[in-house]
């Protein structure tokens, strides 16, 4: 019998198609019809991404499915295959599902830009998913990159979508470069593997891992590399400055960005190769540093902004940064469930602030609103119910994720444990921050703005809904082992994909925290979010925070300056040295050089002057008798 | 016959263009031609690839030791399928320019692209050099003729380097045939001159070489032509001619000269990832197009370079695939830049901006293209550079590998970098008073970038076609130059 996962070409096949016909059609298709062709194919994806999850579940056994010889050289073949297991499985799930969302909230946000562009907007966010959906779907390495840098072009064209704007567009060239420096350590990842494995696909790594024949150097050299690349995808210090950037682009686009695509990747690549990272302990230590400093540095930061989107950004920076802990200290099930947590949430919350700058004209300055809640019932609702998931209050999804997350910190250190927390903490302070800034208290912005304000139509609510009663339910499929015992259906799952990593960390005695301590941890963590919420909601509900920012404030303010850093350290530098070498030396030493020896020889330049003044066709037809002449003359010497 | 036929059809057609009196039977002559050329260039890869077509011996200078021996193997195919396929892209794209003597100048052209086959093809060191030579001679007039205002000292200057090469060239085939008694390649390739004297030879080679590829740091005629050459010779130049230099590395260099080309070996690799760094820092300081895309193609072709001197199975096989999307791509991006210098007057990124308003095709074809020109995957050149750095990483020969690896990957950033930007300066933003009465393309301008974006994508896509095309030729150099054994010895 044929095998069923055959059918996974599909899964990228619809959106591709989408992007061909809405890309190829944009200035004859009418924007209704654009708008269908858009969230069909994603939702035609979907329904094939259930089946595919389905036949998993049930326990289809052949998981690679292959299509054609992508490159073949000598001993190195690379196919163009799928692997469709239960984490590429989940992914998918994900990305079709909440991005058909994001497709229907288009058709409505985007309408006021005009057919041609309104066609371009849907063909570049089909292409997203399309890209998307290669990155989770490879069976290799190769494959893999291959979507790592589509998405990488696809949120450059997205970003810098309204290319009028100078400003957007460099956002837009920032992050392509931004991820392109991750990529090329990414790269280097692929050739190390292919010089010591010979052969980049992931069942022929993971073997060659698990028998042993990498040296602790190679392993632990991949996986840094690889993370690195990661750092790119999924904006973790010292890359993520582009991601706040990235909201220059249409609010739908930041939500698939943040949520269903794109920073997923890095998490996803991780633990895909989560039996590399298992044998490198040094590197799991940095990935756990790294994640932990970039959570607290972007929740920092968070808590100056007053741009409702800048804010969801840094959110977004910080939360990877829990998922990279996650990862880090072994506890790869709750980086995945916190992916998916997130993307129903962070989803959300973007399309919900997208809402709101619909209703308030183009405002994005949270200073300039206040009170929303009266005007706009269902999108204060869910953004409210948004806020509570990504804050962690028991529940709700974010409760389940984040706490399996910290739980899997305070194995490893309490010191870990209680940065994790602490930033916790802050997240839900910046997000109730946000919160009563922009639903409670009185309005603020002009009296005409006021006269808009308005809930916004169907096509933008529906998807609110529906990623709220996410934002709820999606937590119940991971209730910790403590709470309910074996009912974590997303860990039995997800089994196959982590069991030889599981193995080895209990061969080195890494051990979970009792049931009694991970009560008190959870107790003690979920009063402490519940104080802070109920004092932020008070404290900005009451008085918000509209003065200008002062001392600490104000270096939070503009980022702990990092932007303004990297340019004079990194950025500047390089342009002048560039400078010197393009006026400098290119000009002087070289060239001079050249000249020099131009002069030695410029008696027969003068020569050939003289000669230059006539006719072409004369030189050519000397050329072609001397070459007769020679024939001639050979044939002559021959007698 | 087939090898033939692509040396005769360009010879043939380019004397007779010379009588053509009309501008516009000169110019169909010239595309009717190239569509000749290419339809046998696609017959000896299809319906007449038995290898009986593909070569052809004939007499001349017996006495001497040369005969007029020509074939294809993978690599001549691949090259001269570039070389047919471009002039026709080429002269499609710039069917609406207009030149004087214009009977002379697509003669030359044609010329020149004989000459150029005749690289591809020659089977005979004399018979290459004659080509070389050939290849040459036309485009220098074409240069100094038709060229810009600054023609007669930057002709001078590609004279010059030009003459010097070949010079040299000329001496080294001269020095081995002293050895072989015989200009033949078999003879050239089992010669095996002593190791001191193929240190000689090959810097003889390797400097005529790299002038035309070229390589730092014989790099800064390269600029100055690009620039002041009429954009169809721009287009020959860099999408075929240069590919003349990097082919000859792999044809006469590393299989004559095995010895020689492993000890240089680091040498010419750090010469060539310096070249990279520094024409890629130098591309995101110019403000003139044609200058930007000239330094990038400096740090294309020393990629070329360096995965060539890795001599390992990938990086070779990434150079031939290179050679052809390099020449597909970089000809792509002269298309535009000639588009937007013939509407607007100028070349200069600070002068234009918002052109994705009024020509959104343009800009679309020019994304593809530049993007395709950094390697995103799926386009053409990814494949190659995928290659090539993978055979660089995993090189044997050096010792080095790792930070020449790293080294040029930083090249592939700074390449992100200069490249967006021009798209940035050149195609976004708000329109400027020049783009603001901006025409998109036309007809012949849009047949030949959707040929190029086809070949672009098909070969992203779909490369094993031309990776099956080239790995005979791939094993059979690295072969010749495997030295690994004679070290051991």
């Known amino acids: 019998m044929k095998n069923v996962l055959q059918l996974a070409y599909l899964v990228p096949l619809f959106p591709l198609l989408g992007f061909l016909i809405n890309g190829l059609g944009r200035k004859s298709l009418s924007k209704g019809a654009i708008g269908v062709i858009g969230s069909g194919m994603i939702l035609a994806s979907f329904a094939v991404s259930v089946y595919l999850f389905l036949q998993v579940k049930g326990g289809a056994a052949d998981h690679v499915v292959t299509y054609f010889n992508f490159i073949h050289v000598g001993q190195l073949s690379i196919p163009f295959a799928f692997q469709i297991d239960q984490l590429s499985s989940i992914f998918l799930l994900v990305i079709t599902g909440v991005g058909f969302l994001i497709h229907v909230y288009s058709t409505s946000y985007m309408h006021e830009e005009p057919a041609e562009h309104f066609g371009r907007y849907f063909a570049y966010l089909n292409l997203f998913v399309f890209s998307m959906l290669l990155l989770v779907m490879g069976a290799n390495y190769v494959i893999m990159f291959i979507g790592w840098e589509g998405v990488g072009l696809c949120s450059y064209l997205l970003i810098g979508f309204w290319f009028k704007k100078t400003e957007y567009n460099k956002a837009a060239n920032k992050a392509f470069i931004m991820n392109r420096i991750g990529d090329l350590a990414f790269l280097l990842a692929i050739f190390w593997i292919i010089g010591k494995v010979g052969g980049v696909g992931y069942s022929e790594v993971i073997s060659f891992t698990e028998a042993g024949k990498f040296s602790p150097a190679d392993l632990t050299g991949i996986t840094i590399l690889l993370f690195i690349g990661a750092t790119g995808k999924s904006a973790q210090i010292p890359l993520y400055t582009w991601l706040p950037d990235a909201m220059a682009g249409p609010t739908p686009v930041s939500a698939l960005i943040h949520a269903a695509t794109m920073v997923t990747a890095g998490i996803y690549m991780i633990a895909r190769s989560n039996i590399m990272y298992t044998l490198s302990p040094l590197t799991l230590n940095i990935i756990t540093g790294i994640g932990l400093a970039t959570a607290l540095l972007a929740a920092t930061i968070a808590m100056k902004q007053n741009d409702i989107k800048k804010v969801l950004a840094y959110s977004t920076v910080s939360q990877l940064g829990y998922m990279f802990l996650a990862l880090g200290t072994g506890s790869y099930v709750a980086a995945v469930f916190h992916v998916m947590t997130h993307a129903f949430f962070k989803a959300l919350l973007f399309l919900g602030s997208g809402s709101v700058i619909h209703a308030m004209g183009g405002e994005q300055d949270i200073r300039k609103m206040g009170g929303l809640s009266k005007y706009m019932k269902i999108t204060n609702l869910t953004f409210l119910i948004g806020c509570i998931a990504i804050a962690g209050i028991p529940g709700f999804s974010g409760f389940f994720s984040k706490d399996e997350i910290l739980a899997g910190a305070f194995a490893r250190s309490p010191i870990i444990y209680g940065v994790g927390l602490f930033t916790a903490l802050l997240t839900a302070f910046y997000m109730f921050r946000l919160y009563a800034t922009t639903f409670r208290g009185s309005f603020r912005g002009t009296h005409d703005q006021e006269h808009h304000l308005h809930e916004s139509p169907a096509a933008i609510t529906i998807p609110l809904v529906i990623l709220a009663v996410l934002s709820v339910v999606g937590g119940y499929i991971g209730i910790p082992e403590f709470m309910v015992h074996g009912a974590h259906r997303l860990a039995d799952f997800l089994h196959p994909i982590f069991a030889s990593s599981q193995e080895i960390f209990e061969q080195h005695g890494h051990t979970h925290p009792d049931h009694q301590t991970e009560w008190i941890l959870t107790g003690l963590s979920s009063a402490l979010i519940i104080v802070v919420v109920v004092f932020a909601w008070k404290k900005f509900s009451a008085k918000p925070d509209i003065a200008e920012a002062q001392g600490f404030g104000k270096v939070l303010e503009n980022k702990w300056y990092v932007d303004e850093l990297y340019d004079k350290v990194i950025v500047q530098p390089i342009y002048k040295f560039a400078g010197f070498l393009s006026n400098v030396v290119e000009r002087l030493v070289i060239d001079g050089l050249v000249n020099g020896v131009g002069r030695l020889v410029n008696y027969s330049g003068r020569q050939l002057r003289l000669l230059q003044s006539g006719q072409v066709g004369s030189y050519v037809l000397l050329m072609v008798i001397g070459m007769l002449l020679v024939f001639v003359i050979q044939f002559f010497l021959r007698k | ?489």
């Open chain 2, 1 to 489: 016959m087939i090898a033939l036929f692509l040396i005769l059809i360009p010879l043939v057609t380019g004397l007779l263009a010379f009588f053509f009196r009309e501008e516009k039977m000169a110019r169909g002559w010239a595309l009717l031609s190239a569509i000749g050329t290419l339809t046998v260039s696609v017959l000896g890869l299809t319906v007449l690839k038995a290898p009986a077509n593909l070569r052809f011996t004939g007499e001349w200078m017996g006495n001497l030791g040369s005969s007029f021996s020509i074939g294809l193997d993978g690599m001549g195919q691949l090259l001269c399928l570039l070389n047919a396929v471009a002039y026709v892209i080429i002269l499609l794209a710039t069917w609406n320019s207009s030149y004087r003597k214009a009977n002379n100048f697509f003669g030359l052209l044609l010329l020149a692209q004989a000459g150029m086959m005749g690289v591809f093809l020659a089977m005979d060191a004399l018979l290459f050099y004659f080509s070389w030579e050939l290849a040459l001679i036309p485009v220098y007039f074409l240069c100094s003729q038709w060229g810009g205002d600054r023609r007669i000292p930057v002709t001078f200057k590609f004279f010059v380097y030009t003459f010097l090469g070949s010079l040299l060239m000329l001496t080294g085939i001269l020095f081995v045939y002293s050895h072989t008694q015989s200009f033949s390649m078999e003879a050239f390739y089992n010669s095996n001159l002593p190791n001191d004297q193929q240190a000689w030879v090959f810097w003889l080679f390797f400097i005529a070489f790299a002038v035309k590829m070229p390589v730092f740091p014989f790099h800064t005629w390269q600029p100055d032509t690009y620039e002041q050459s009429p954009t169809a010779v721009t287009m020959v130049l860099s999408g075929i001619m240069v590919k003349m230099g990097v082919f000859a590395v792999l044809r006469w260099l590393l299989p004559v000269l095995p010895v020689a080309s492993y000890s240089w070996g680091d040498l010419v690799s750090t010469l060539s990832v310096t070249g990279m760094l520094y024409a890629s820092l130098i591309a995101m300081r110019q403000d003139d197009i044609k200058r930007l895309v000239a330094y990038s193609s400096i740090a294309h072709i020393g990629l070329m370079s360096l995965a060539i001197f890795s001599e390992s199975q990938m990086s070779i096989q990434g150079v031939m695939i290179q050679m052809f999307s390099h020449g597909i791509n970089i000809i792509g991006l002269w298309i535009v830049v000639e588009l937007i210098e013939r509407q607007f007057g100028t070349r200069k990124m600070s002068e234009l901006g918002g052109l994705a308003q009024k020509a959104p095709a343009m800009a679309i074809f020019f994304v593809l293209i530049a993007f395709a020109n950094i390697a995103l995957p799926l386009t053409n050149a990814f494949i190659g550079e995928f290659l090539m750095f993978s055979g660089i990483y995993n090189s044997q020969v050096t010792q080095y590998n790792v930070i020449l690896t790293v080294l040029a990957l930083v090249c592939i950033i700074l390449a992100a970098v200069y490249t967006l930007n021009m798209i940035r300066k050149v195609f976004f933003g708000d329109a400027q008073i020049l783009t603001a009465k901006a025409v998109d393309l036309r007809s012949s301008e849009t047949l030949a970038l959707g040929i190029l974006a086809i070949l672009i994508l098909w070969s992203g896509i779909y490369p094993q076609p031309l990776l099956d095309l080239t790995s005979n030729i791939t094993d059979a150099i690295l072969n010749k130059a495997d030295v690994m054994h004679l070290i051991k010895k």
